[in-house]
């Protein structure tokens, strides 16, 4: 395809459009003071939206008031706080349904580290390090001194249900953001149409190229798999999703840093109508279980970003392309490398991680059975009559953001996958991490089940 007869290149991945021109960038960046995160409208349509707090005084406000009003014993920091899944069910139960918010965040879990089995008590533990928590300008709920997010009780019941008693098992839990084919020939087309003439110095061009692309490109479509759409699950997973492709395209300065694809790419080492495609998979090497399958614990930083090549044909299709180029693999190398470090400043990235985990979690539980061996099956977490987490807004598109930079004389516009979690590879027998040093099985005998009526957590 021929583009403003300047070496163009056409580059897609997946979810959010940029075009690339050098030294200027139109949109996005975060803000200073500020929280990123998302809303999705009655309409499905997702959008980023960033809180300002320049001086940080609302947040000091917030804090000032969870410190005053949570319980001293559970707001205090925890290295492995205990919380037992039948008995969390049972007290819920006792309130009508209704939890209250140490329920909803868990007891301050900011991750699953361990899950334990013991049957003599027919309890199913999870354990990990916890605090107390505040809700952030955006609306997530996060330590208070930390800043990482706790897990959630609506995205762990989303998991189990994924992984239900004596049930189906869910094979694959992940989101996709596509550019639809209608939109991908129509900026094909208004790329052909627009000419052979651009300038880094012609600014109204560039404003009207821009526009152009927005316009015919449209609003690009969410998939979401395994898991139902409306839940908050779902959306964590596609806000994730979405805000990656926007540090791929230099559309969101990320505070951490990550050289963006667009920084990278050579327009001129780049295919005429490649589509790069970048999307989040867990480790899978990533459990180490006893031998007796009493115990596991969650290790390592649990998420990857990988990459793939494709071609876009002339009417809009997609088809694979065998490669990645260099650029792309860089970036998603280097988005990998610095998932830690982003996960401990973004939430939103933690916050993936924790999906994973939790499951990953559901999946060994009922692959080793828990369920039937503690005689539980979930009657109110299985039952969305009884306990509902699909309360959500459904995220069924997104707008295409389209960024402007010249490199040199040369105009590309990348298009910026998805979130692809199959959560039995991780416990298949090829991936599973031995309990060598038996620390896991230690950790697991060193705790104590020994519960008064209504206690649901420990530390």
């Not at 005053?68 to 049972?90: K, N, P």
């Not at 707008?399 to 590309?412: F, P």
């Not at 089940?449 to 206690?455: A, D, H, I, M, S």
Request: charged share 20%; proline share 5%.
């Amino acid at each position: 395809m021929r583009c403003l007869g300047l070496g163009c290149r056409l580059v897609l991945a997946g979810a959010a459009a940029a075009v690339v021109f050098s030294l200027c960038s139109t949109a996005g960046a975060q803000n200073v003071g500020g929280q990123a995160g998302v809303v999705v409208d009655a309409d499905g349509v997702l959008r980023t939206k960033v809180y300002a707090d320049p001086h940080g005084q609302l947040m000091r406000q917030r804090l000032a008031a969870a410190r005053a009003s949570l319980d001293r014993e559970i707001g205090t920091r925890s290295d492995r706080r205990m919380v037992s899944l039948r008995q969390l069910e049972a007290a819920i139960a006792q309130r009508g349904g209704v939890p209250t918010d140490a329920m909803r965040y868990l007891a301050g879990l900011q991750r699953i580290e361990y899950v334990f089995f013991y049957p003599d008590s027919n309890d199913i533990v999870i354990a990990g390090p916890a605090e107390g928590w505040v809700a952030d300008l955006a609306g997530r709920v996060v330590g208070i001194t930390t800043g990482r997010p706790v897990v959630q009780l609506q995205d762990l019941v989303v998991a189990l249900r994924a992984f239900p008693p004596g049930g189906r098992r869910t094979p694959l839990i992940g989101c996709s953001i596509d550019p639809t084919q209608e939109g991908l020939a129509a900026m094909q087309n208004f790329l052909r149409q627009i000419g052979s003439y651009a300038h880094p110095a012609d600014v109204q061009r560039t404003r009207y190229i821009v526009g152009g692309l927005r316009t015919s490109l449209g609003l690009q479509e969410v998939s979401v798999n395994g898991v139902k759409p409306n839940t908050h699950f779902a959306q964590v997973m596609v806000e994730a999703d979405y805000r990656m492709k926007l540090i791929g395209i230099g559309l969101e300065r990320p505070p951490v840093k990550i050289v963006s694809y667009v920084e990278r790419a050579n327009p001129a080492a780049v295919s005429r109508n490649a589509l790069q495609r970048w999307y989040f998979v867990p480790d899978y090497q990533c459990v180490r279980t006893t031998d007796d399958r009493l115990a596991m614990q969650l290790v390592g930083d649990g998420v990857k970003l990988v990459g793939e090549g494709e071609q876009v044909t002339a009417g809009g299709g997609r088809q694979a392309a065998g490669r990645l180029d260099r650029a792309s693999q860089a970036f998603v190398t280097g988005f990998t490398e610095k998932y830690p470090e982003l996960a401990a400043r973004s939430p939103v990235y933690a916050e993936l991680r924790n999906l994973i985990d939790l499951s990953i979690a559901a999946a060994f539980i009922q692959q080793e059975d828990y369920y039937g061996r503690a005689g539980w099956n979930m009657p109110l977490f299985g039952n969305e009559g009884k306990f509902a987490v699909e309360t959500y807004n459904t995220p069924k598109q997104v707008e295409s953001a389209v960024n402007a930079l010249w490199k040199g004389h040369r105009l590309m516009t990348p298009i910026g996958g998805g979130v692809t979690i199959q959560p039995t590879h991780a416990i298949a027998s090829a991936n599973l991490l031995p309990d060598e040093t038996g620390k896991v099985a230690q950790t697991r005998q060193q705790v104590k089940v020994t519960l008064p009526e209504g206690r649901w957590w420990w530390d």
